[in-house]
């Protein structure tokens, strides 16, 4: 176990326009320019209409997120506005922390942008002429792409750099000849093909003409009556409103927030701000949502978000009277006293344990439950998780399930953690070093100690009554989908789905409440993605020891006998102190778990038990079980049951759609209208399972590759965020595009099983392609979908 983790997804992002003398205004950063004059019979361009479908298609598919190409964020009207910036977010060799950056909360003025070095992409003038205004540079980007088109051969030449950390270019308005000259295929889209003549034309049209902009039109009254309701209910002055406020806030800062049952969905975020609900809000920029708002009253206030919804951060979270019911229930009504609130300061702040100490533990670890898949979400789609060295700490592909809150497992947990509570400490930027080896000493002794505690506390529990059926395992009450989970690492991004998705895996965590919050602190509430590097080895060294302890409550399901050797399986290679550490010297339990095994594969044997325990709460929307087509059903049943060494071949996500039409080596001779088109219910992802002898590592991930054991997850609708490839296969043609795959034996093999199958970044097919994805995506899951992310496409 060791190093940096680090990092993952996202933020949002944006778009404008600029205005005189002065360092223009925008929406959300203050009074937007009026339009300028256009010419007689030219029809102005609307940015919501007209401009911002062909952003969101075109640009925001690679500009939409924390480590968006020079933090040009393009998912809102300001982030282009704002402009672009030098300094890249994620950087595992910055010394000393940087100064945040995120869009509507770190600065809310172009002047105060352009102090922190964003440099802007349009002509920052009232009414610019058109030669002017041809020369921003989002303008020359668009010029550049036209005058020098994306190569058709396949792969692009090694002049593309598509490498997750490229140093990237970032030119400047002055800088852009040479930026130019010395790379002319780099305009924009960068890599893929260039946009249509019409999206061209409205994009130069709305550039000459300002880059004018329109507040969106209001949403329906009904919403105004359920902001003030909510915002009502979280600002209440007696102890436990504020207590329960701030533990939500904590938890739901970075979930999309929407109204149930109303029309036209609008979304928000929950905030800190210095102004009462009914004013405009003043947002209070802190790095983390747990530390110090300053002094004087803030309010909690929820704040629409106009960004565009992208796959990789978008974590939905519905309020409505069932949910304010349950917070009651939980937060208001349980009985509890508090002798006073918790304070700000870091070491208490950072510490849920302590902080929350008064809120009882069941209904916090209720609430974490009731929308475990959220929670999850959030691991994945914050910032915290980005690159190889931020997920080579879980395996390619584990099911989670969870300890019912209602168990005697947690009679005395409250007690128990309030003791331990100093052994539950977490990295923060404040106490991180710049030496990985010391922060590891002292986090290995902490958790040392806590896991001689648990020992105890694990040997005093009486759950005989409970194991026989597994009635100690939360089964959701029987509807709750968020009762089982699988987790699928994709190298250097992840996903998290509801159900058990795909074959029996090779390992699997079992959760109680502390993991469940510990996790959630480390990767999300208390990881600071501006921070240097220090803070996210100890990110990465910490969760090491996570992922442990949710193999080792996994392990103690298994028969006694059976606990090491599964444990040297999953380890295979590592160190003995490693393995001490998930089972052996450092904890262990030498008492029968009680579930009455009667086969000689418990792992197994246990997996059908819990599929029978949550019978009615497991999801099956994306197993191949469910496809209603008989045929089609055999037919991606035989893909997914390719094992070993062809599979290394394959990238790690990939969406396959099935077509009762041509596929794409007969596509090229067909009209667009008669192409076949994407039903979301022929659309499937296909998710390589790498194998490893272990992940306890940070480094030499490849030494401990077995490609003998990967395996093929194919899954029903859409797995991921950041696909790698696309493949478009005839229905009539499966059992041929199945062969090929099980036939891969090099890299040759692959590029021309690409160009049999699939819809490769030079395609001119590429754009129609995507828009029908998205098409698809939106239609099977209207709530949960977003865009996708190209930045890491491959170039095969």
């Known amino acids: 176990m060791r190093y940096a983790l680090a990092l993952l997804l996202l933020a949002l992002a944006g778009c404008g326009q600029p205005q005189l003398p002065t360092p223009p205004i925008y929406p959300g950063l203050g009074e937007a320019p009026p339009p300028p004059p256009t010419s007689a019979g030219i029809a102005p361009v609307d940015y919501w209409k007209d401009v911002q479908p062909i952003l969101e298609q075109r640009c925001v598919v690679c500009h939409g997120c924390y480590d968006a190409p020079c933090q040009l964020n393009l998912g809102a009207y300001e982030g282009l506005a704002r402009g672009a910036n030098k300094k890249p977010i994620y950087d595992t060799t910055r010394l000393l922390k940087a100064e945040p950056t995120r869009l509507f909360v ?21 009414h610019p002429t058109e030669a002017a205004s041809r020369a921003g540079l989002l303008a020359r980007m668009l010029a550049l792409k036209r005058a020098h088109p994306l190569p058709t051969q396949s792969p692009l030449p090694d002049s593309f750099d598509f490498s997750l950390n490229r140093d990237q270019q970032c030119p400047t308005e002055t800088q852009f000849d040479g930026f130019a000259d010395k790379h002319p295929l780099w305009g924009m889209p960068y890599g893929l093909p260039g946009v249509t003549e019409r999206e061209h034309e409205t994009l130069i ?36 409103q504020q207590l329960m406020s701030r533990y939500l806030y904590e938890h739901l800062h970075l979930v999309h927030l929407y109204f149930e049952g109303l029309p036209d969905r609008q979304w928000f975020r929950l905030v800190r701000s210095r102004t009462a609900p009914g004013q405009p809000i003043a947002p209070i920029a802190t790095r983390r949502p747990y530390d110090d708002p300053g002094p004087g009253r803030f309010y909690y206030r929820l704040q629409p978000d106009r960004t565009s919804l992208l796959a990789k951060t978008h974590i939905p979270y519905a309020l409505g009277p069932a949910r304010k019911q349950r917070f009651q229930e939980l937060f208001l009504d349980a009985s509890y006293d508090i002798r006073s609130l918790p304070s700000y300061d870091p070491a208490v702040a950072s510490n849920p344990f302590i902080a929350f100490q008064a809120l009882p533990v069941r209904s916090r670890y209720k609430f974490l439950l009731d929308d475990a898949h959220t929670f999850v979400m959030q691991f994945i789609k914050g910032p915290v998780c980005r690159g190889p060295i931020a997920l080579d700490v879980i395996e390619d592909r584990f099911w989670i399930f969870f300890v019912d809150p209602d168990s005697a497992a947690l009679d005395h947990l409250e007690d128990f953690l309030a003791r331990e509570s100093k052994h539950l400490y977490l990295p923060t930027t404040e106490g991180a070093t710049r030496l990985g080896l010391v922060s590891w000493l002292k986090y290995s002794r902490m958790q040392n100690e806590f896991l001689q505690a648990k020992q105890v506390y694990l040997e005093n529990l009486q759950l005989n009554d409970e194991a026989a059926e597994l009635a100690f395992i939360w089964d959701g009450r029987g ?47 208390g990881f600071d ?44 290679d590592a160190h003995q102190s490693v393995k001490d550490y998930v089972y052996g010297s450092r904890i262990h339990f030498d008492y029968e778990s009680g579930i009455p095994y009667r086969t000689n594969n418990p792992k197994d044997e246990l997996f059908d038990f819990l599929r029978q325990r949550l019978t009615g709460a497991l999801n099956q929307d994306y197993n191949l079980g469910e496809e209603s087509d008989a045929e089609l059903r055999k037919q991606l049943t035989e893909l997914a049951r390719i094992k070993g060494r062809a599979l ?40 390589h399972d790498e194998a490893h002898s272990n992940i306890a590592s940070l ?62 970044r030079t395609s001119p097919d590429f754009w129609p392609h995507s828009d029908q994805l998205h098409q698809a995506y939106r239609r099977a899951a209207p709530i949960e979908s977003g865009l996708f992310d190209y930045n890491r496409l491959e170039n095969r």
Not at 106 to 126: C, G, H, N, T, Y
Not at 211 to 236: C, H, I, K, M, S
Not at 536 to 558: A, H, K, S, V
């Open 106 to 126: 770190d600065a809310q003025s172009i002047a105060e942008w352009r102090k922190k070095d964003f440099f802007p992409v349009l002509a920052e003038q009232a």
């Open 205 to 240: 049209r709305w550039i000459e003409q300002g880059a004018p902009y329109r507040e969106p039109d209001p949403p329906p009254a009904d919403y105004d009556a359920r902001v003030q309701e909510w915002e009502t209910f979280l600002n209440g002055q007696q102890p436990k």
């Open 479 to 525: 509807w709750n989908q968020n009762a089982a989970l699988t987790v699928f690492r994709h190298a250097d991004s992840a996903s998290v789905v509801k159900g058990f998705v795909g074959d029996n895996p090779k390992t699997a965590w079992l959760v109680s409440y502390d993991l469940f919050e510990r996790v959630y602190y480390l990767l999300v509430a």
């Open 529 to 572: 993605v501006f921070g240097f590097a220090g803070h996210q080895l100890d990110t990465r060294l910490y969760m090491d020891f996570l992922r442990m302890e949710g193999e080792f409550n996994f392990l103690l399901l298994l028969p006694m006998q059976m606990r090491e050797k599964e444990r040297d399986y999953w380890y295979r």
């Open 648 to 687: 290394q071949w394959l990238p790690e996500v990939a969406f396959l759609a099935v077509t009762e039409g041509a596929g794409p080596e007969n596509r090229a001779e067909m009209q667009p209208e008669n192409r076949p088109q994407i039903r979301n219910d022929r659309l499937y992802t296909l998710v």
């Open 699 to 760: 480094f030499n991930q490849e030494a401990r590759r077995l490609p003998d054991e990967d395996g093929l997850t194919v899954a029903r609708g859409i797995v991921g965020a950041y696909p790698n490839a696309f493949y478009k296969v005839e229905r009539a043609k499966l059992p041929e595009f199945t062969a090929a795959i099980a036939a891969l034996g090099s890299e040759e093999d692959y590029r021309k099983f690409v160009e049999r199958f699939g819809v490769r």
